[in-house]
């Protein structure tokens, strides 16, 4: 672990992003605290400019920008965490099974797979939110069903290596029962690639949970940075700042989760180094 | 048969499966939503009895079991009946034709735009290694890969139109000009700009990442190796060599981008007003219109299997290595 760190620690643009990030978790732990009750709340006079009475100002209807920041942090990462623990669930599952088993298993769940990979995932996601309707839960479901292909691919291609290693061939010939080769001996070998995926994929859903509920397919009753934007917009002319805060936010959460990815990877890669 | 012709052949076959299964993806998905035409006939109305809700489905064959609906909707696609978009009370086909060009014009540009400054941004940083320019070129890209879309372009708004006053906000002409012949083109033009150049973003920064890593890739081979010995100089290796064999990933990734560029255009057109298929997407999400919602998406898909197919032919024209066996 230390010499995990370690080399974690060298890449120095890694470690800003940890810290960005842990500053927008401490943020979204911590907003029933700093801005109590509903974001939703009429705060005070609407259009109220940044740096006055309210620290982000005030909305077209006099809601509280900063505390939909805070919020905000909470159904961004939240959605982002959900979705990606699902895909990767789905992926992993699916991609281990391929790479597993291969032959017509192999076959039939890359067919699968290729076919959600052609399909534009953006436009999926509007569509799947459209017929499900708006909620936390089908914002979630849009998300994961367009992005586990990425991990059943990734998945299947280690469990292709994996499976022919000595150690996966030595479990077969004691006759060890299959699920205990997958998730005891093959999974944790690939774990590695799987979690660097993941963080960047975090980064992913975070940015079309925002382009969804900026589209005005969010849960009406969960504020986020993307509706945030999305209600800005019609004031864009008098007060800019409405929709700059927002995207901000976004922009520098995304960027610390990449940030972030591309650590792990360097670190937990070291063979790559140069 | 050439081997490339029996290979175009495969390709083809293989992609009639795919479109099949958007297909029937497509009418699960307008089975999944809430309610059918018929009772969004009935709410249009106002009011509507039982029997006349019974009298519409069977109309429309709603009463029909699932499968022969399906065998319905099928053929009814591939004889390009998209059914009918009772929001603008016209067939679905109609609507995106009309809209068609406009997107395939922000498309083209971004597509052009971004691979040509992506790949020259990617060849700086990577003839620059670990240098400034370097330095500079992958936080843009960094930096460029966070950037939310229609934040982007809100953004681009604020300062090129509302501050600076040097472009239109939105929209792809200006209204009630009636300008014609090359004052239409300047006039579509400088529309063009902020779209064109929000959507680009991205995807720029993807192919500069992209051609800097296959530039240090390439560099590290065999024949610049042989090259640098009989005294080429860095210059024509990069240009006459390694370029070439780096631009191979970067055709390939086009290809693969288009799924994504038709749904950034979604964004892009709903935050420029631009009259594509994006924003005719947006709007019948606002109208409730599944059917012209469903109608794009499966348009969409039915391109992605089409470029991708495209692409792959391409490349064996390209790289004679590769195998089309």
Redesign the interface.
Same mark, same amino acid.
């Given at each position: 672990m230390t010499a995990f760190s370690r080399r974690y620690g060298r890449n120095r643009a890694a470690v800003l992003g940890l810290c960005i990030l842990g500053a927008v978790v401490l943020l979204a732990l911590a907003a029933p605290w700093i801005s109590p009750g509903s974001p939703f709340r009429l705060a005070g006079k609407p259009l109220s400019p940044p740096f006055g009475e309210y620290l982000f100002g005030t909305d077209t209807l006099g809601r509280d920008v900063a505390a939909g920041i805070t919020h905000g942090a909470r159904t961004s990462l939240l959605i982002g965490l959900v979705a990606t623990a699902m895909a990767v669930a789905v992926g992993t599952v699916l991609g281990g099974l391929a790479g597993f088993y291969g032959g017509v298993v192999d076959d039939l769940l890359m067919r699968v797979t290729e076919f959600f990979q052609t399909i534009p995932a953006f436009l999926f996601a509007i569509v799947l939110v459209a017929v499900l309707g708006s909620s936390l839960s089908s914002t979630v479901i849009a998300i994961t069903v367009v992005s586990w292909p990425a991990v059943a691919r990734l998945v299947r291609g280690e469990f292709l290596g994996m499976r022919r290693r000595d150690f996966v061939q030595a479990c077969i010939g004691l006759g060890m029962p299959d699920a205990r080769i997958i998730f005891r001996h093959i999974l944790p070998n690939c774990l590695a690639p799987i979690i660097v995926l993941a963080s960047l994929m975090v980064a992913t859903a975070i940015l079309i949970e925002s382009g969804l509920s900026f589209l005005g397919l969010s849960d009406p009753n969960v504020m986020s940075w993307g509706f945030q934007v999305g209600a800005g917009r019609g004031v864009l002319r008098v007060a800019w700042w409405l929709c700059a805060i927002p995207g901000v936010a976004i922009l520098l959460t995304v960027l610390a989760i990449n940030l972030v990815g591309e650590g792990l990877n360097d670190a937990l890669n070291p063979r790559l180094r140069r | 048969m050439s081997p490339r012709l029996r290979f175009i052949a495969r390709r083809l076959l293989q992609a009639v499966p #795919?479109v099949l +299964? *958007?297909v029937m993806?497509n009418f699960f998905?307008l089975h999944?939503?809430?309610g059918d035409a018929a009772t969004v006939l009935a709410g249009e109305a106002g009011s509507a009895t039982p029997e006349y809700m019974a009298q519409l489905r069977a109309r429309f064959g709603l009463d029909q079991p699932l499968a022969l609906q399906l065998w319905a909707y099928a053929r009814n696609i591939l004889t390009l009946n998209l059914g009918h978009s009772f929001r603008h009370d016209q067939p679905v086909v109609t609507l995106i034709v009309a809209r068609l060009w406009p997107t395939l014009l922000l498309m083209m540009t971004t597509l052009v735009l971004s691979v040509t400054v992506g790949s020259l941004l990617g060849l700086l940083a990577a003839t620059g290694l670990h240098r400034w320019r370097d330095t500079v070129i992958s936080i843009f890209a960094?930096?460029s890969? +966070?950037?939310?879309? %229609?934040?982007l372009g809100?953004?681009l *708004?604020?300062l090129f139109s =509302?501050r600076l006053g040097w472009l239109p906000t939105s929209g792809m002409e200006s209204i009630g000009a009636f300008k014609t012949g090359w004052a239409r083109l300047l006039d579509i033009g400088r529309h063009l700009i902020l779209p064109a150049g929000a959507l680009s973003l991205f995807y720029m920064a993807l192919y500069t990442r992209l051609m800097r890593a296959a530039l240090l890739e390439q560099a590290g081979m065999d024949y610049v190796t042989t090259a640098r010995a009989k005294g080429l100089s860095e210059r024509r290796i990069v240009w006459a060599h390694t370029l070439r064999n780096a631009l191979l990933p970067v055709v390939t990734m086009a290809g693969l981008q288009?799924?994504?560029l038709?749904?950034?255009s #979604? =964004?892009v057109e709903?935050?420029f007003g631009w009259p594509g298929l994006g924003l005719l +997407? %947006?709007q019948s999400? $606002?109208a409730r219109d599944?059917n012209l919602?469903?109608g *794009? $998406?499966l348009l969409? +898909?039915c391109t #992605? #299997?089409v470029v991708?197919l495209v692409v792959d032919i391409l490349y064996t024209l390209l790289d004679p290595r590769i195998e089309v066996t």
């Open positions: - | #795919v +299964a *958007i993806l998905l999944l939503a809430p960094l930096v890969y +966070a950037t939310p879309l %229609f934040w809100l953004m *708004i604020v =509302i288009t799924g994504g038709l749904g950034g #979604v =964004i709903t935050v +997407a %947006f999400l $606002f599944l919602l469903l *794009i $998406f969409s +898909a #992605v #299997v991708n």
